[in-house]
Nanobody, 121 residues
């Protein structure tokens, strides 16, 4: 069983930066893609960013491209989401997700408990 623990959420003013972390356990971290999703109040969960097993390929939602960066440290079993130029519309619960394969193009099948990010205007 894969266990994911997120941290780093909080309250930030628009234009600020936050870094989310997600540490995984339960299987060989470096063999699998990782991703970040978010869910705002009243909305469905949406994809934010994904990274493949090696960290050499990533993909972003258009809404965060150029502002957010996903990266991973396989030695620490941790994936990060660096968020910059935050906007109020980035306010959501952010979820870490573990992939079913080494590619972020395939389904994610494990989820963290979520961490709240609130951006004030």
């Amino acid at each position: 069983q894969v266990h994911l623990v997120e941290s780093g959420g909080g309250l930030m003013q628009a234009g600020g930066s936050l870094r989310l972390s997600c540490t995984a356990s339960g299987r060989t971290f470096s063999n699998y893609a990782m991703g970040w999703f978010r869910q705002a109040p009243g909305k469905e969960r949406e994809f934010v960013a994904g990274i493949n097993w090696s960290g050499r390929a990533d993909h972003y939602a258009d809404s965060v491209k150029g502002r957010f960066t996903i990266f991973r440290d396989n030695a620490k079993n941790t994936v990060y989401l660096q968020m910059s130029s935050l906007k109020p519309e980035d306010t959501a619960v952010y979820y870490c997700a573990a992939g079913s394969t080494n590619s972020f193009s395939d389904p994610f099948n494990y989820w963290g408990q979520g961490t709240q990010v609130t951006v004030s205007s």
